[in-house]
């Protein structure tokens, strides 16, 4: 059973920065594409950033494009997600989650991830 853990949220203010960090089990984390999605309330969740297993092929929701950048650390099992210049409508709960299949593409799909975190939020307050 694969069990993610995302940690670094907290309370910032616009403009501000933070780096949230997804601490992965089991030996395969190199394997899968990884994602971070988020959902604000009363929003649906959302698709934020992805990156593939090598973490060659980043890929970026438009709305934080030039702000956020998503890494991985494959020895670590760790996947990050540095969030910088943050605007009051960042605020949400964010989740990593890992790819469905063996060394597939990023994906922007929820559908295309089956094991998810429980979530750490972010608050921006202007």
């Known amino acids: 059973q694969v069990q993610l853990v995302e940690t670094g949220g907290g309370l910032v203010q616009a403009g501000g920065s933070l780096r949230l960090s997804c601490a992965a089990s089991g030996r395969t984390f190199s394997n899968y594409a990884m994602g971070w999605f988020r959902q604000a309330p009363g929003k649906e969740r959302e698709f934020v950033a992805a990156i593939s297993p090598r973490g060659l092929t980043p890929s970026y929701a438009d709305s934080v494009k030039g702000r956020f950048t998503i890494s991985r650390d494959n020895a670590k099992n760790t996947l990050y997600l540095q969030m910088n210049s943050l605007k009051p409508e960042d605020t949400a709960l964010y989740y990593c989650?890992?790819?469905?299949?063996?060394?597939?593409?990023?994906?922007?799909?929820?559908?295309?991830?089956?094991?998810w975190g429980q979530g750490t939020q972010v608050t921006v307050s202007s």
């Open positions: 989650a890992r790819g469905a299949r063996t060394f597939s593409p990023p994906h922007s799909s929820q559908h295309e991830y089956t094991y």
